[in-house]
């Protein structure tokens, strides 16, 4: 759990993402620092993570097991690889925490749509487009960004995120503008390796 000297808001927001492995995350931890430095404020508001879903209910390790396997199936035609394309960014609906949030960063090359829909009633939204988040935004109000090299990865884990704002962020929705969150991730699952299902 990220900590914060603030007292936190005790309901929080339930997300499926896609945590890349540690080698690219630490070239979005060099990005992020890049991007604070230029004044995304909100650069450490978000786990280097992508934003697959919000759920209603964390989803067991049984159902982030079989949609791991299902991720890898959705590679195996670009060998099972990954890659995080131009820098991007991808709207959270409002709900009764969060209002007018964006994530901003890497762009991926994969739609999660198909296999997410038919999972079951826990996933209540599936964000359009997966971005790995480098930093949290209010809306469009963006600083304009610096670019980052395209990179591709085949080793990731999916896992439960859960987020809550700082008491300071409810008014009464959390905007983003102070940036003020924690979060926990759950035990993850790791995509099956490619070798392992290549066909």
Same mark, same amino acid.
């Given at each position: 759990?990220? +900590?914060?000297?603030?007292?936190?808001?005790?309901?929080?927001?339930?997300?499926?993402?896609?945590?890349?492995?540690?080698?690219?995350?630490?070239?979005? &931890?060099?990005?992020?620092? %890049?991007?604070? @430095? /230029? =004044?995304?404020?909100?650069?450490?508001?978000?786990?280097?993570?992508?934003?697959? $879903?919000?759920? @209603?209910?964390?989803?067991?390790? %049984? %159902?982030? /097991?079989?949609?791991?396997?299902? *991720?890898?199936?959705?590679?195996?035609?670009?060998?099972?690889?990954? *890659?995080? /394309?131009?820098?991007?960014?991808?709207?959270?609906?409002?709900?009764?925490?969060?209002?007018?949030?964006?994530?901003? =960063?890497?762009?991926?090359?994969?739609?999660?749509? %198909?296999?997410? +829909?038919?999972?079951?009633?826990?996933?209540?939204?599936?964000?359009? &487009?997966? !971005?790995?988040?480098?930093?949290? @935004?209010?809306?469009?109000?963006?600083?304009? $960004? #610096?670019?980052?090299?395209?990179?591709?990865?085949?080793?990731?884990?999916? $896992?439960?995120? $859960?987020?809550? #704002?700082?008491?300071? =962020?409810?008014?009464?929705?959390? @905007?983003?503008?102070?940036?003020?969150?924690?979060?926990?991730?759950?035990? =993850?699952?790791?995509?099956?390796?490619?070798?392992? +299902?290549? !066909?």
């Amino acid at each position: 759990m990220e +900590t914060h000297n603030k007292k936190s808001c005790k309901k929080h927001l339930n997300f499926l993402v896609l945590l890349p492995h540690r080698d690219s995350q630490k070239l979005i &931890e060099d990005y992020r620092q %890049e991007l604070f @430095s /230029k =004044g995304f404020l909100g650069a450490y508001s978000f786990p280097i993570a992508a934003p697959l $879903a919000i759920l @209603s209910r964390p989803l067991i390790i %049984e %159902e982030i /097991k079989k949609i791991s396997a299902e *991720t890898r199936k959705l590679t195996l035609q670009n060998e099972g690889k990954i *890659t995080a /394309k131009a820098p991007g960014i991808v709207h959270c609906p409002d709900t009764e925490l969060f209002s007018n949030l964006a994530f901003f =960063g890497t762009s991926l090359d994969i739609s999660f749509n %198909e296999i997410l +829909t038919p999972i079951n009633d826990k996933i209540t939204y599936i964000f359009p &487009e997966p !971005v790995i988040c480098a930093a949290l @935004s209010e809306g469009d109000k963006l600083p304009k $960004a #610096p670019a980052i090299e395209p990179f591709s990865f085949r080793a990731a884990q999916l $896992a439960n995120l $859960a987020i809550r #704002p700082l008491e300071s =962020g409810l008014a009464p929705a959390a @905007s983003a503008t102070n940036y003020s969150f924690e979060w926990r991730l759950s035990k =993850g699952a790791w995509i099956p390796k490619y070798m392992d +299902t290549k !066909v």
